[in-house]
């Protein structure tokens, strides 16, 4: 069996190749990418862990990781791996990782500009890594794509907002090599780098001054047609100086534009170099000339070539350079080369070919003419002129341009020089060129009328008259050749060219030759012929021996003829002048001028340049160099030769010093002073910029040209004189001084190397001597730098300046020791109290030289001069005079000590000069810290030198610096000044933010340097007690522990591993280190309470769980120190509180620290003393929910959209700190918390009761109150009377005036009574009237109330499993409602249902909402009892300072009945609040639930009851305002009279009148009885409603009253029959109230509601009561109406009983109401009847904790539920019903009232409207469907496409339960099978039913959704067959129902659905009458609803179908939008 065996070194790191998910329980995930730490191998298994997540180690296969090469260290249990990779390509992986989980949540967060940017980045630096792991590439490629990763990086992270990495040439700094002030001098340096890269990520150059500069130029396409061969020459012109400033670059193309040679086909480029900073101001441009090669007179006719070519003039192209610059700065690295089209224009004139170039440039187009061409690139199709070229700029040195860009060098690129010397000579840049110009020409006609066409061949002759070969260049890119021609001019005598040439003559034949011109004509006559008709002729040198001079040269024109043979040159070089200037003058012109005879008239001009390093034209430099010829003439010489210009010096240099020397060695007396000035001279010239490269020159002949053995005395005299000369003299010598000082480097080689020539020849003599001369030398430089005089001052600077550039000279004949002395005493003999600046700033230049010179790395050296060097650092630092200078000198100290240390051999070396720099600066450095100013930049530097001066400080050096302080006042101090100054490092003030490298060194360092000095503070401290620097101590300590560089888990994962790789996580020993020192106090702990306890505090909640650990028994600790010494630990505890509200306020602490400070100080106390055990447990308790509280309210205000979280989280910490623990300061920081938000809010009630609360504290006294953060110094009445004023205003805005006035009252009463302040008593006493008038007048919208369940443990403490009751917005609907909720808890599941939840939701870790509506129960019942009350003061009580609140839900008990209201009972939930609504929240906690049962003759009375109350309310509301409309009037009449005929009583006659029911429940006797009563009473309710109806009613509602009063007398007749005098008194009273003409008048008197009729024996109708109400056989009218509210006698069915009609097709069995209730349509009043006793209200089960007992009437002994199920209208009077007079028993259960209507939006004209403002039980549809002659118990059939409507409410709306947010149409789809199912059978009341059972108290039913469009009306059907109803078994009248299901459930966060609604179909409220739903449109509006087309009847009778057509035509109805109409599907 295979057994595990660790790896090998090889197989350790691994990286994972594809996604493995294991399914072992001990293996390890795996994503592609991840890395792995491989530690065991079995069999195809490794073992092991991944890099992200080390805690978990497991097994995966080896087949998913690809194994790396890797570095192990440690092997064994503590091994850690590291990838042996390119360090650039692992920085660029950990940079991706890092990069990618930000650019995913720049995505989130939508930057998008930025996640774009960061992407192309990303995906750069994928493709360059994958670049540099090809290992394809050379070392320069290599080394530039590092450079361009690395400054991509910095970008990208300087744009994410990440740290600056320090780079050292791309490379991330080694930190353990490095010292603080170096790393600090590293940050610099990258941050420039960093703020100098490109948006793009590519490295701007540094704008460091560059010399020299190259322009790369390529020829890419010529696009002229030329016909023939082509020369084409680029050159740069000057167009301000009208010149060429470059040679020319020579192209040769055949005809069809390729090059001749083959080679450079695509390499047509060249340099154009060694352009100065002066060429680039210039106005350059790009010149190209362009010659055709062939016929005199091109044809393009002709295709044979000539035999002879001649080079003729074609054309010209000019750009200018600046496009080139231009185009080059908008370019982005790597991008190709910008290419540019140079235009070829051609001159009218072929004679203006030699300015052709500036009339183009200056634009005279008129003698020009732009050449055409057909050339197109691959890129466009366009005609193009001319030819495209590229041009790019590159800076530096040419042999640094090569070395960097080494590919463009390689193709064979041409170098194209300057005309003359660059502003940079190179030492090496040998050159001998002369550059001849053609200028112009002057020829004689000879008698011809056409002129010559004159070609100019020039050759180079030798002295001996040959010429020589290939020394002519017409441009570089071509070969040399032997002679030049000329293009030629057609028929032109004068001729003009503007072509230069140059010569490249070796230099040993320069001497002696000659150039030699011949003129040609070039006939077109005779073909092939050119005939020579003169010669001129020029020397190359002049007779003095200089070359031609740079300028014009006239020459002289000679005849000859063809057959003249030059065979000798000195037969015109002898005997002919060649210009005017020539020596040989006449007698040339006697001897050559018979054979070659001059003309006048004929002239040759030429211009010539030359550019040579060996070549001179200057004289005085020719006299020195020939200094023997003429020796009287050698001072002249000398003096003359600093005249020379520097070029010419600089380029015979080697001579000129040969020369100067020697005339030295000739006469030291009398040559020697001015051979040292013209020495000085020299040496001075080259340390200018030009020359500077050729102090390497002067460098290479001292060391290896110089021959002056005896030189240096001389030179030592000479520096001598002139240094003492300057003391004495005036400001001439001076600065001849400053001059020599200048050159003092060079002056010293000269002296030292002569020396040592001296030395090797004489073996060594006379060394003394020179030693000798050679102090006396430093005694005068000591002398002059000792000399405090203002005029030496700048030969002082001068020689402190160059002062350091002679020790390694030194060193050749000095030793160590003697040097470092030399240099001390010059040093030292500055003196230190003097007050020149410059001075002093020059020597600490010269001391920051000498450091970091060579010589003091040498330990002898060092030691003497580190002591001077700190003798002068010290002294300007403690002045604080050059702080930046002296710091950067101890800044290089620190720095190559830091070197030194890790050389092993130097460890005791270094500890001295640590321990000198310690002694010399630690104690300075520390007091300037303190000083110092922050902002300035010498700030950041001086604490890198502290830090590394502490960095390099060991423990013997602390113990050392410690033992040196032996005074305890001084130690304090010390101590003292030191804890002050770690405490402003700990601050990070000096560096910046991303700086996190610098910023975790230092912490490091402090950390150290803490750990020595605590050792101090306890050895010395402690028995003699320091309280101030314990305090310091602790104080520093707590800032180092909480700083935000320290706070590990707020960085990135990347940040986070790179910090614990390098220093772990340094508040671990930080925090023991505090909690030693705390242990180690004793008896002075006592000192530190309760001020530590917030620093512990602080510390103990760093989330670090060892730490946190360790530090929480520190608060036992104190607590027991507290209660031992006082008694108590009461500051402890207050303490505690204060700072931890702070402290979580600042994000710190989390779950797990409560849970650890409970458990650890719990367990703590328990086992301490009892005296105080339990307080202590007691206070721990507090303290933790004191934590969960503050938690819950940190992560409640992180959002704004929990802002209701909020105010219940601040309210939650208000009452803990009120009532737990008694914070008065804490309780009034949170209710102004709390005010604030609601002031933000806009909850103005709920801002007025906030401040309340602080009001309540305060009283009516002239006590003086503190200033706090909200009010003045004030009297405490004033403040109470401030914060009243700001109540009352508050209560104003909210309209909640019934609050404001006894506010008003109590202010009006201390202003009359108290203070006398009666004009504020005016102010409030209107303000008080003008409350009450608002009461009033204004429209104060109602708001619901709804239940809402927390459940589940994710919920914030303060939530938790917890039920409130919350006050909605005005006109809010549940669905916006829960809306709301579902912003606040996006991760919430809302619960579809109210049923009790089980534990297992309860303890879950899911968050459960459970929401519906809940009725308000008012406390003030006598008021809403008094009918008298108005409405507007009324409508207040019943939603307002209410505490008790009820929600129903049906429950069906018993067997299955088809009467569902046999066994509907009601569960009603009684809800009492913690404190009244409205207060200071809009919401409040359930304190108490109790649950009581109604049964359903309880509930058939409370619906009769409700709906009696609200007709008689309306009733009274027309009868007292007449100008009311009769809209809801109407409908509520319909609806119950309609209902009746229909059969809806007889339900509760089937249900509760019958003898069996009786017989079973004879405890319902008296209900039963009271029921029947009702029934009675509604009759006369009716009767007085038809009557004020007829009164009110227009003319277009006529006919439905005429239907009305049809169906009422029907219905009178089936219960009481025709025998009844009242029915047939009231029959005769509607006839005639019914009468034409008396419906359409209003008389002057309505008649009041009629009283209850007197008890009467027995009648036919009272008989009736006791037997079945029905069948009894009405005639009604047919007429058809629509209300929008259910009949109030009639109970609708639970939601069990719903089920679409199978007869609805199956797109519209999903038709339901609108639930969506808008402002308009949604009730006003939703609370329970105001005129019930509170107590009747909630009768069942009596409670004393709720103050609910039962109410029983006096002469029954059954208790009646008052609570009203449906909503009636406010106003009813208070008649108690059932009675059937004023002698009846009157009951002590009075029935419910509801609040006013608002009124209906829009209405029928003339008729009702639809409209759910109405405060009915429900909004729905009616449909009355009346049968003339037919059997009540029969019902109508219905044909087959007819549907029974089933009708529930909407859970979302009206049931109470709320849906899962947000909403989207409310559509729902029934199940089909709930018909069927056993629960159809139950009847509800006339509240809405959910599918869950749940009941909404306000039974609101939704109206139908508004269609899109209005359809057509459909044809009126005449007939229906009858058919017997398949859904109840049996033919009659059946209950009707909301067709609804519950929202789809959703997922969490995500929105749930609602199933679509078919179109064509709709879902109406129905009694239990036979009602049916017609699959037909319905119009509806936001005013009105009907059917478009009335309900089909069985009509048997023809007269009465008119009748009911004509009504149902009466009724108005919208105008029908044209629609398609939808087919039924039948």
């Known amino acids: 069996m295979a057994t595990w065996s660790p790896t090998p070194p090889h197989k350790k790191y691994g990286v994972a190749i594809d996604n493995y998910v294991s399914k072992l329980p001990c293996g390890v995930n795996l994503q592609i990418g991840e890395t792995v730490q491989i530690l065991e191998e079995c069999a195809g298994w490794y073992r092991g862990f991944s890099l992200r997540n080390k805690e978990k180690k497991g097994v995966f296969p080896a087949s998913y990781v690809h194994l790396k090469e890797a570095k192990v260290e440690n092997i064994g249990q503590y091994e850690t791996v590291s990838p042996v990779e390119n360090p650039t390509v692992l920085e660029v992986t950990s940079v991706l990782r890092e990069w990618g989980q930000m650019w995913k949540r720049l995505y989130v967060e939508r930057h998008s500009q930025l996640f774009h940017t960061v992407k192309k980045l990303m995906l750069e630096l994928i493709q360059m890594r994958r670049q540099l792991m090809s290992g394809t590439l050379t070392q320069d490629q290599i080394r530039e794509l590092k450079l361009r990763i690395t400054s991509k990086i910095d970008w990208g992270n300087r744009k994410l907002g990440l740290d600056l990495v320090p780079r050292i040439d791309g490379e991330v700094v080694d930190v353990d090599r490095t010292s603080a002030v170096q790393l600090y001098q590293v940050h610099i340096r990258s941050q420039q780098d960093t703020q100098n890269s490109s948006s793009r990520g590519t490295v701007r150059k540094s704008k460091k001054k560059v010399l020299s500069h190259h322009l790369y130029f390529i020829l890419k396409n010529f696009a002229c047609n030329v016909g023939e061969d082509t020369d084409i020459f680029f050159s740069l012109y000057d167009a301000i100086e009208n010149k060429f400033i470059s040679e020319r670059f020579h192209v040769k193309l055949t005809k069809n534009g390729l090059p001749v040679n083959v080679e450079r086909l695509h390499s047509l480029s060249a340099f154009f170099i060694d352009l100065g900073n002066q060429d680039l101001a210039r106005e350059l441009y790009m010149v190209a000339h362009i010659f055709r090669i062939g016929k005199m007179v091109y044809s393009s006719g002709e295709s044979k070539k000539s035999s002879v070519q001649y080079r003729r003039p074609y054309g010209c192209a000019v750009m200018s350079i600046q496009e080139v610059l231009v185009a080059q700065a908008d370019q982005s690295e790597g991008q190709e080369d910008k290419e540019f089209l140079m235009k070829v224009y051609s001159c009218n004139n072929e004679n203006e070919m030699w300015q052709l170039h500036e009339n183009i440039i200056r634009k005279q187009l008129g003698k020009v003419n732009l050449q055409g061409s057909s050339y197109a690139n691959n890129r466009s199709s366009r005609d193009l002129t001319g030819m495209v070229v590229s041009m790019s700029l590159l800076h530096g040195e040419l042999a640094q341009v090569r070395q960097e860009n080494a590919f463009l060098f390689n193709k064979g690129v041409t170098l194209v020089r300057k ?356 102090m006396t030398m430093f005694t005068s430089i000591n002398r002059v730098l000792a000399q405090p005089v203002e005029a030496l001052l700048q030969v002082q600077v001068t020689l402190l300046k160059y002062f350091h550039s002679i020790y390694d000279e030194l060193l050749r004949l000095f030793d160590l020791h003697e040097v470092a002395r030399f240099i001390a005493n010059a040093v030292d003999s500055i003196p230190l109290d003097h007050n020149m600046t410059l001075l002093n700033q020059t020597k600490l230049k010269c001391i920051e030289h000498t450091i970091k010179a060579n010589i003091f790395r040498e330990t002898v050296s060092r030691a003497i001069l580190l002591s001077t060097c700190l003798r002068h650092l010290s002294h300007h630092m403690r002045q604080k005079q050059e702080l930046k200078l002296g710091v950067a000198a101890v800044g290089d100290i620190i720095i190559l000590i830091q070197e030194l240390s890790h050389d092993q051999s130097m460890s005791s070396v270094v ?213 031992a010494t006082r008694g108590s630990f009461k500051e402890v505890e207050c303490e505690m509180i204060d700072k931890l509200d702070i402290l979580i306020s600042q994000d710190k602490g989390d779950d797990e620290y409560r849970e650890l400070f409970h458990s650890i100080l719990l367990d703590r106390v328990q086992i301490e003393n009892a005296d105080w055990q339990e307080t202590a447990g007691s206070f721990v308790n507090s303290m933790t929910r004191l934590l969960e509280r503050l938690l819950d309210y940190r992560h409640v205000m992180k959002g704004s959209e929990n802002r209701d979280k909020r105010m219940g989280c601040t309210v939650s910490l208000l009452h803990f700190y009120h009532s737990d623990i008694q914070r008065e300061e804490m309780y009034i920081r949170y209710i102004y918390k709390l005010h604030d938000m609601h002031k933000e809010a806009e909850n103005y009630t709920e801002a007025g009761f906030t401040l309340l609360l602080h009001a309540h504290m305060l009283n009516w006294t002239c006590l003086m109150l503190p200033d706090d953060e909200w009010y003045p110094r004030q009297q405490e009445r004033e403040r109470k009377e401030k914060i009243y004023v700001m109540v009352i205003e508050y209560f104003d805005k909210g309209k909640s005036w019934e609050n404001g006035i006894p506010l008003c009252k109590e202010l009006a009463e201390q202003y009359e009574k108290k203070s006398f302040e009666y004009a504020k008593l005016s102010h409030i006493l209107q303000t008080q009237a003008h409350f009450f008038e608002n009461i009033l007048t204004e429209l104060r919208p109602e708001r619901p109330f709804y239940r809402v369940g927390y459940y589940g443990k994710k919920f914030p403490f303060f939530l938790r499993n917890k039920t409130f009751v919350y006050q909605g917005q005005p006109y809010e609907k549940i669905q916006d409602f829960s809306q709301r909720l579902q912003t606040e808890f996006p991760n919430a599941s809302f619960m579809t249902h109210n049923l009790p939840l089980d534990d297992e939701v309860i303890n879950s870790d899911v968050e459960y909402i459970q929401i519906c509506k809940a009725t308000p129960v008012p406390n003030d019942s006598e008021i809403l009892q008094d009918q008298t009350v108005p409405e507007k003061i009324a409508s207040y009580y019943r939603a307002n300072n209410i505490d008790t609140f009820i929600f129903d839900r049906p429950v069906h008990k018993g067997g299955k009945d088809e009467n569902l209201f046999k066994n509907m009972w009601l569960e009603r939930t009684i809800m009492v609040t913690t404190s009244t609504l409205p207060g200071i929240l809009k919401w409040f906690e359930v304190k108490s639930v109790q649950v009581v049962e109604i049964s359903p003759i309880e509930t058939a009375i409370q619906t009769m009851d409700n709906m009696n109350k609200e007709l008689r309310s309306l009733i009274h509301q027309h009868t007292t305002d007449q100008t009311r409309g009769v809209q809801i009037l109407s409908m509520r009449l319909n609806g119950v009279i309609d209902a009746a005929v229909n059969g809806g009583i007889s339900k509760y006659q089937e249900a509760f009148f019958e003898d069996d029911y009786i017989n079973a429940h004879p405890e319902d006797q008296q209900l039963v009885q009271r029921l029947k009563g009702l029934v009675m009473e509604q009759v006369s309710v009716l009767e007085s409603g038809l009557a004020i109806h007829g009164k009110l009613a227009p003319a277009e509602v006529v006919p439905l009253h005429r239907k009305m009063v049809e169906m009422f007398t029907a219905m009178k007749a089936s219960l009481a029959g025709q025998n009844s005098p009242s029915l047939w008194h009231t029959q005769k009273r509607l006839s005639v109230a019914s009468a034409p003409g008396a419906l359409g008048q209003r008389s002057s008197s309505i008649p009041s509601i009629p009283p209850s009729p007197e008890k009467k024996p027995a009648s036919p109708l009272s008989k009736s009561l006791q037997s079945p109400l029905f069948p009894v056989k009405t005639t009604t009218s047919k007429t058809y109406a629509i209300s929008t509210q259910p009949p109030a006698s009639v109970p609708t069915t639970p939601a069990s009983a719903v089920a679409p009609s199978p007869l609805l097709p199956e797109k519209r069995r999903n038709s339901t109401p609108n639930t969506n209730n808008t402002p308009a349509d949604t ?183 508004k269609p899109s469009k209005v359809r057509p009306l459909p044809p009126v059907p005449t007939t229906l067959e009858p058919q017997v109803s398949k859904s109840f078994g049996r033919q009659g009248p059946q209950p009707a129902f909301f067709d609804c299901t519950p929202l789809v459930p959703a997922k969490s966060g995500q929105t749930p659905r609602i199933p679509e609604i078919p179109e064509g179909s709709q879902s109406v409220y129905m009694s239990p009458s036979s009602v049916y739903m017609f699959p037909t449109s319905v119009y509806m509006s936001p005013s009105s609803v009907s059917l478009s087309s009335p309900p089909p009847l069985v009509e048997k009778k023809k007269n009465q179908q008119a009748t009911a057509q004509q009504t149902y035509k009466s009724v108005p109805r919208p105008v029908p939008t044209p629609r398609k109409s939808v087919s039924d599907n039948r």
């Open 419 to 774: 005309l003359g010397f660059s502003d940079v000579i190179m030492p090496g840049d040998i050159r001998n060129d002369l550059y001849v110009t053609l200028e112009r020409a002057e020829f004689e006609k000879g008698g011809k009328t056409t002129g010559k066409n004159v070609e100019v061949t020039m050759v180079v002759l030798g002295e001996d008259g040959e010429v020589l070969q290939e020394c002519i260049s017409l441009g570089e890119g071509e070969l040399y050749t032997s002679e030049y021609q000329s293009y030629v001019l057609y028929h032109n005598n004068n001729p003009r060219w503007g072509e230069t040439i140059k010569l490249a003559v070796p230099i040993d034949k320069f001497y002696g030759s000659h150039l030699r011109f011949e003129f040609r004509h070039c006939s077109t006559k005779d073909k092939d012929v050119k005939k020579l008709f003169a010669f001129a002729f020029t020397p190359l040198m002049i007779g003095d021996g200089t070359t031609l001079q740079d300028r014009q040269h006239e020459l002289f024109v000679y005849k000859c003829e063809e057959n003249v043979k030059f065979h000798s040159p000195a037969m015109y070089l002898t005997n002919l002048p060649s210009s005017g200037e020539d020596t040989i003058g006449t007698i040339g012109l006697s001897e050559g001028g018979a054979t070659f005879p001059r003309s006048p008239k004929e002239t040759f001009v030429i211009s010539t340049v030359v550019c040579s390093t060996k070549l001179t034209q200057n004289v005085d430099l020719l006299g020195l160099l020939k200094w023997k010829a003429h020796p009287d003439r050698v001072q002249d010489t000398l003096q003359r030769l600093t005249r020379v210009d520097g070029e010419d010096i600089v380029k015979f240099l080697h001579d000129i010093l040969d020369t100067l020397f020697a005339i030295m060695d000739e006469n030291t007396e009398k040559y020697g002073k001015q051979v040292f000035q013209v020495l000085v001279f020299i040496i001075d010239m080259l340390h200018s910029e030009k020359f500077q490269h050729f102090r390497e020159v002067l460098d290479t002949y001292i060391q290896k040209h110089f021959a002056g053995a005896l030189v240096y005395k001389e030179l030592i005299a000479s520096f001598k004189r002139t240094l003492d000369t300057s003391v004495t003299s005036g400001m001439d010598k001076q600065e001849q001084a400053q001059n020599m000082l200048k050159a003092i480097e060079y002056i010293f080689k000269f002296i030292i190397q002569s020396r040592v020539l001296y030395g090797r020849a004489t073996c060594g003599q006379e060394a003394e001597s020179f030693k000798d001369d050679f």
């Open 911 to 1123: 500890q001295e000069n640590v321990q000198l720099l310690v002694d010399s600066l630690l104690e300075l450095m520390f007091q300037g810290v303190m000083t110092i100013d922050r902002t300035g930049e010498v700030a950041g530097h001086y604490v890198s030198c502290l830090i590394g001066l502490l960095g390099l400080m060991n423990e013997e050096h602390y113990r050392c610096l410690l033992e040196g302080l032996t005074d305890r006042k001084k130690l304090r101090d010390f101590l003292l000044r030191i804890f002050i100054v770690f405490r402003e490092l700990v601050k990070q003030d000096h560096f910046p933010r991303d700086w996190v490298t610098m910023r975790m060194l230092t912490n490091n360092v402090v950390l150290t340097a803490l750990q020595y000095f605590s050792q101090a503070l306890t050895e010395t401290f402690l028995f003699m007690f320091d309280q101030q620097l314990w305090s310091s101590y602790f104080g520093l300590a707590v800032a180092f522990l909480t700083q935000a560089s320290l706070q590990l888990e707020s960085f990135t994962e990347a940040k986070r591993n790179k910090i614990l790789e390098k220093y772990c996580d340094m508040r671990v020993p930080m925090g023991f280190e505090i909690l030693s020192m705390w242990q180690s106090l004793g008896e002075h702990k006592l000192n530190f309470l309760p001020g530590m306890v917030g620093s512990f505090l602080e510390i103990s909640l760093v989330p670090e769980t060892e730490l946190r650990k360790a530090l929480i028994p520190v608060f036992h600790d104190m607590m027991e120190c507290e209660q």
């Open 1723 to 1905: 009730p006003v009043n939703q609370s329970v009847p105001t005129h019930v006793s509170r107590d009747s209200v909630l009768r069942h089960g009596s409670d004393p904790s709720l103050g609910i007992t039962r109410t029983q009437s006096p002469d029954r002994t059954d208790n009646i539920l008052t609570r009203s199920m449906d909503v009636i209208p406010y106003g009813t009077t208070n008649r108690h019903p059932g009675t059937g007079s004023q002698n009846s028993p009157r009951s002590s259960w009075a029935g419910p009232t509801v609040g006013p209507p608002i009124p209906p939006r829009t209405g029928l004209k003339g008729g009702f409207s639809l409209n759910s403002t109405t405060t009915s039980s429900a909004s729905s549809i009616t449909s009355s469907v009346s049968q003339a002659g037919g059997d009540d118990s029969v019902p109508p059939a219905l044909p087959a496409r007819v549907k029974r409507a089933s009708a529930v409410s909407l859970q979302s709306l009206d049931s109470g339960l709320a849906p899962s947010p947000p909403l989207t149409p409310n559509r729902a789809v029934p199940t089909p099978a709930s018909l069927q199912s056993s629960d159809t059978s139950s009847i509800s009341s006339t509240s809405s039913t959910d599918t869950n059972g749940s009941v909404d108290s306000s039974t609101v039913p939704p109206i139908p959704p």
